[in-house]
């Protein structure tokens, strides 16, 4: 007997047998895929892995670094410095950020201008003109928008300055700052504080002729520098630029220029004081006058010492005779004065000698025959006396005569020119 199916029965196994049929074909699909996606996401991971191992050789040599000429490097581990002062060269290794920083510190020398701490606002002034031109020129200064200096004698100047520094102690330095942005607005700050000191003890006009009291200024901000620890020395502090402020400049001006002209009268007159002294008693002419005016000095003073005066006055005597003071000969006038007096003073010593001879030997023939010396005598007088040019001669006859005489004019001539020459003659000698 045929068995009876139930048609829905049967309908029920067919589509479980397509069900399966249909997985078996998905499943055969599938297998490919996610074997495609495991793949990708094994190669995936692997590249990762690789890529987070690059990723932390990388950080862990990030901090490998080398210091460059003219700086020196510091470590810092947590903020704290660590190690020693590392010099140029390399290379040298610190943990990574944010463990361990790596602070560079230029060695080279710095420069910071105070080009508007002490200067007027330039701003207000046409661009280019000079201070020659802008002097003068009215307006007052505006203490918020205007620097300026105060004088020991209660004078206002405008300065400018070029300062010069060097970091010499990078440990200090870093601990007091921390990095070096901050040095040139340190040394700026003392600076000008120094400076404020330095030009209070000035007077306006020892600072407009070129006394700046730069060291004093440098000191005063290197003892700041010091108190605060910075690491910083400053190498040098100039003043570049001063004035007066502009309205008074004319005034400022004219005084310099009284005292320029003052001073080279006076080195003019020097020069001409050491020419006459100098052609007056050559290369010893100082020491010459010093002994001179010990000498009036000492004559003039009312307690005189007679024994100093002595000294003095033999001094003085050696030096025209000698010609010669300090080891120094003494030329110019005075030695041709001295000269001139030794030579009169030989003329008449022989003169005198000469006449003495003569006298001596006259002596002793009068004493063997008077009378014939003392005739020879009379008549040698009546030939000078009647012989000479000075003598006008009158002949007469005998008897009672009047007299009526002129002059002889060629007499009063000759005894003129003869006077005139005496006197040229006495003074070639140095006879007064």
Do not use: C
Request: net charge negative; glycine share 6%.
């Amino acid at each position: 007997m045929a068995e009876m199916r139930n048609p829905f029965e049967h309908h029920h196994e067919h589509h479980d047998h397509d069900h399966d049929h249909d997985q078996a074909e998905v499943e055969t699909l599938i297998d490919p895929a996610q074997q495609a996606l495991a793949d990708a996401l094994r190669v995936s991971f692997t590249v990762l892995k690789v890529v987070m191992l690059v990723l932390v050789v990388l950080y862990l040599v990030s901090n490998v670094f080398s210091v460059k000429t003219q700086e020196n490097a510091v470590r810092l581990r947590f903020g704290k410095i660590v190690g020693e002062v590392l010099p140029a060269g390399g290379p040298y290794f610190a943990l990574p950020y944010p463990i361990e920083q790596v602070i560079r510190i230029p060695t080279s020398i710095r420069t910071v201008t105070i080009n508007d701490g002490f200067w007027f606002q330039t701003q207000r002034t046409p661009t280019g003109q000079t201070l020659d031109v802008m002097q003068g020129q009215p307006g007052p200064l505006n203490p918020e928008k205007d620097g300026s200096l105060l004088t020991a004698d209660a004078n206002i100047v405008h300065t400018q300055w070029s300062v010069t520094y060097r970091i010499d102690d990078p440990k200090a330095f870093i601990a007091s700052l921390g990095t070096p942005q901050d040095a040139d607005l340190l040394v700026q700050r003392t600076s000008e504080q120094a400076i404020v000191h330095a030009v209070a003890r000035l007077t306006s006009d020892e600072l407009l002729k070129g006394i700046t009291n730069e060291q004093t200024a440098k000191g005063i901000a290197a003892a700041s520098l010091a108190q605060l620890k910075a690491g910083i020395r400053i190498e040098t502090m100039s003043m570049t630029h001063h004035t007066v402020p502009l309205a008074t400049r004319d005034a400022f001006q004219a005084v310099l220029n009284a005292e320029s002209e003052k001073g080279q009268l006076i080195e003019a007159a020097q020069q001409e004081r050491a020419r006459i002294l100098g052609e007056t008693a050559g290369e010893s002419h100082d020491a010459l006058l010093k002994v001179i005016e010990r000498y009036e000095k000492t004559s003039e003073d009312g307690t005189m010492d007679a024994a100093k005066l002595v000294a003095i006055d033999a001094q003085i005597n050696a030096t025209f005779t000698d010609l010669k003071i300090d080891d120094r000969i003494v030329g110019g006038k005075v030695a041709e004065v001295a000269n001139s007096a030794k030579s009169y003073r030989t003329s008449v010593v022989e003169q005198v000698r000469a006449e003495a001879d003569r006298f001596g030997k006259l002596l002793d023939e009068y004493r063997k025959n008077p009378r014939i010396v003392e005739s020879r005598l009379w008549q040698g007088t009546r030939e000078e006396i009647l012989g000479s040019k000075q003598v006008e001669t009158f002949y007469v006859s005998p008897g009672q005569l009047y007299l009526e005489m002129n002059r002889d004019p060629s007499i009063q001539r000759t005894r003129e020119e003869d006077r005139i020459k005496s006197d040229a003659e006495n003074r070639a000698a140095g006879i007064r």
